[in-house]
């Protein structure tokens, strides 16, 4: 078939209506009818990579090869915007309220957990460890751990390499980036470019897995910070409050939960949480 053409093959409301389906199905992502033209866009590229000539073609092809296709699927429509130090009051929370609190119990000798959960493409978890170092200058060398998950493993792949172009710090300070990343040349695209990369204090402190947060998770233990932020907004009501629940399990009383800034939900409270600041929450007494 003509790639011309099979770029522009229409998806019919049937087609869309059963990816819509396969969606929430495998990331708990709810579209709306108005996101149909970004399915067909987002998932154009997938039909020329394996030759078909239609969206239900594509459709039978995942029903018959989810084990292998389940990724590439998932990948096509996860969004993943973010920069550093984006929404940066979360940030000032964490520096003045989160971890000064955790210093004063025992003097910081416990552990600390903290959670990227959507970490995208690692700019969150490294703001995270940025933070931390800012105020606890050794905590490589201390029981603090970041977990960061997200369910695009191409995006993993770049957060684990933890290399990014000038152009994508923004407004970060170079005196920062010179004290957390080093400056080097990546193979973008088969082309070399400069970029700065993650040194190995800052990495040391990350893990970065993968995760469906509409599935099971596998982690033990708690978390003293949740950083879930523009997440909530693909989900339907239930599975917010699902996920919620979830994350109240993995959080002791006391603890902090930061959503995006659109970011609201309703039975918040009933799920054991108390909004404390700007999509700023804390673990009530159970």
């Known amino acids: 078939m003509d790639q011309e053409k099979l770029y522009h093959c229409e998806l019919r409301a049937s087609e869309f209506a059963a990816i819509r389906s396969?969606?929430?199905?495998?990331?708990?992502?709810?579209l709306s009818d108005s996101k149909?033209?970004?399915?067909?866009?987002?998932?154009?590229?997938?039909?020329?990579?394996l030759g078909l000539e239609s969206f239900t073609a594509y459709i039978?092809?995942?029903?018959?090869?989810?084990?292998t296709e389940v990724t590439h699927f998932c990948n096509a429509i996860t969004t993943n915007l973010t920069s550093f130090f984006r929404e940066n009051h979360h940030y000032d929370f964490l520096q003045q309220v989160a971890l000064p609190a955790w210093l004063r119990q025992a003097h910081g000798a416990r552990k600390l957990r903290l959670w990227s959960a959507g970490?995208?493409?690692?700019?969150?978890?490294?703001c995270l460890a940025i933070t931390v170092l800012k105020l606890i200058p050794d905590a490589y060398q201390r029981d603090i751990r970041i977990l960061a998950t997200d369910l695009d493993e191409?995006?993993?792949?770049?957060?684990?390499?933890?290399?990014?172009?000038?152009?994508?710090?923004?407004?970060?300070?170079q005196s920062l980036i010179n004290e957390h990343f080093v400056r080097d040349h990546v193979m973008v695209k088969s082309m070399k470019?400069?970029?700065?990369?993650?040194?190995?204090?800052l990495k040391s402190l990350i893990t970065f897995n993968k995760l469906n947060l509409v599935q099971a998770w596998p982690m033990q233990g708690k978390f003293d910070v949740i950083f879930c932020r523009n997440v909530f907004?693909?989900?339907?009501?239930?599975?917010?409050?699902?996920?919620?629940?979830?994350?109240?399990?993995?959080?002791?009383p006391g603890s902090y939960l930061c959503l995006g800034h659109s970011e609201t939900v309703a039975s918040s409270s009933a799920l054991g949480y108390e909004l404390i600041g700007k999509t700023t929450y804390q673990r009530k007494e159970a």
């Open 193 to 201: 470019r400069e970029a700065y990369i993650a040194n190995d204090r």
């Open 36 to 49: 149909r033209e970004l399915v067909k866009r987002r998932f154009s590229p997938r039909l020329r990579a």
């Open 119 to 126: 970490c995208s493409t690692g700019q969150e978890a490294y």
């Open 233 to 252: 907004i693909y989900f339907d009501k239930s599975t917010q409050e699902k996920i919620l629940r979830n994350f109240s399990g993995y959080q002791a």
């Open 22 to 30: 396969l969606v929430l199905e495998s990331t708990g992502i709810s």
């Open 60 to 67: 039978d092809y995942v029903n018959q090869n989810y084990a």
């Open 154 to 173: 191409n995006c993993l792949a770049k957060a684990r390499r933890g290399a990014y172009e000038e152009r994508e710090f923004e407004k970060l300070p």
